[in-house]
């Protein structure tokens, strides 16, 4: 597999990370539509970074994450869970991963793997927070494999029909 890990311009290629996303994840047209603006919200945000897997020139994962921000969405809705666990200290000194997805035809080879390792390498901050749908998947089994444990479980994000974990793990991730 000829895959390329490297810096992506998710404000460019917005479109191809999102039909990246939409297959990974089941999204709608609508969906898209709204996360599109998201993303391109978030890539203004200081300290954005996004990361790109190609294979044959196409894209067929990404990542982008950024400083966690208190004020910003996110964190306002995963806060009272974190805190009612005592782990609301994470939101502060930590690197979000906002999003991570790789296409179904790339998944299990270790891509997911290789963009969240390097996109937190470059991470100033000494630990890392996302959150995942809270069930046993490949996802979480990954991030508990790179030493992500579960800081709060049950979250409820609007509109979202499945709660989620807000999963924390010290950097540099741990490797195989």
Same mark, same amino acid.
């Given at each position: ?9 998710? %404000?460019?290629? $917005?479109?191809?990370? @999102?039909?990246? !996303?939409?297959?990974?994840?089941? *999204?709608?047209?609508?969906? /898209? ?41 996110? %964190?306002?809705? $995963?806060?009272?869970? @974190?805190?009612? !666990?005592?782990?609301?200290?994470? *939101?502060?000194?930590?690197? /979000? ?48 494999? @790179? ?30």
């Amino acid at each position: 597999m000829d895959l390329v890990i490297g810096p992506l311009d998710l %404000s460019a290629h $917005v479109d191809e990370a @999102l039909a990246v !996303q939409a297959v990974a994840f089941g *999204l709608g047209p609508d969906e /898209v539509a709204v996360r599109r603006q998201i993303v391109l919200r978030h890539m203004t945000y200081p300290g954005a970074r996004a990361l790109g897997a190609t294979a044959g020139g196409r894209l067929v994962g990404f990542v982008y994450g950024m400083p966690n921000d208190r004020t910003h969405w996110w %964190s306002t809705v $995963v806060e009272p869970y @974190l805190r009612a !666990q005592h782990h609301d200290h994470w *939101l502060d000194d930590s690197f /979000v991963i906002t999003e991570l997805h790789v296409h179904p035809a790339y998944q299990n080879r270790g891509v997911g793997r290789s963009l969240i390792t390097t996109i937190t390498d470059g991470a100033a901050e000494p630990r890392s927070i996302l959150s995942a749908i809270d069930t046993d998947s490949p996802a979480r089994a990954l991030y508990r494999s @790179l030493g992500y444990r579960d800081l709060a479980r049950q979250v409820l994000f609007p509109s979202a029909p499945k709660p989620y974990a807000v999963m924390g793990a010290p950097l540099p991730l741990l490797r195989r």
